[in-house]
């Protein structure tokens, strides 16, 4: 009986092992499935319009803020692959914390990126849909809808793989607390 029982607990710290590597691993894939799409929908994002004989485009060149954004969720979905191989190869045969704690350093740099250019396009996003009376800056929006909807698209895409990051890099941190020093 009592040999069943360290069995038991043995296998215990095993199995949540597997589980938090699976769960990294799944929110790895939807960091780099979220980036890129935020990525795909910002780059592909253009619009045109004539209003009086006047024609008019929207692209998402034109804006420094939303080209941040398009690029810093190519770093991060990149490197979000790279961390994925790195948990793939090593995650599974070790738990050394320190392991964990250099996850940690990365989700938190990735997270740090996206949260600047989801800050950036947010602004840049709300000026184009509101306007600003004080300065005078017109709201876009209303001539430019499919360009700002898509827009808004890749931001909560942005937005959601920030939240993934945010839990990927809370759970590396809790991880890494096991640190031996």
Partial sequence: MADIETKSSQNQPLKTQNIFIGAQIFLRIVVIAA???????????????????????????????????????IVVGAFSFVSLLFLVLVGRRSSNPTYYFILFLHDLALMSLVLGGCA??????????????????????????????????????????LVCLLILTITSASKSRQIQV
């Avoid at 994002?45 to 024609?55: C, H, L, P, W, Y």
């Avoid at 602004?123 to 499919?146: A, R």
Wanted: one cysteine or more.
């Fill in 35 to 73: 980036s890129f799409a935020s990525t795909w929908l910002m780059l592909t994002n253009k619009q045109t319009i004539d209003i009086g004989g006047f024609v008019l485009d929207a692209n998402y060149s034109y804006s420094p803020e939303f080209k941040f954004l398009s690029y810093a969720n």
């Fill in 120 to 161: 950036a396009a947010t602004v840049i996003g709300s000026l184009g849909k509101y306007g600003n009376s004080h300065t005078g800056w017109m709201q876009i929006c209303d001539h430019f809808g499919k360009f700002c909807k898509r827009a808004t698209t890749s931001v909560a895409f942005s937005y959601f793989s």
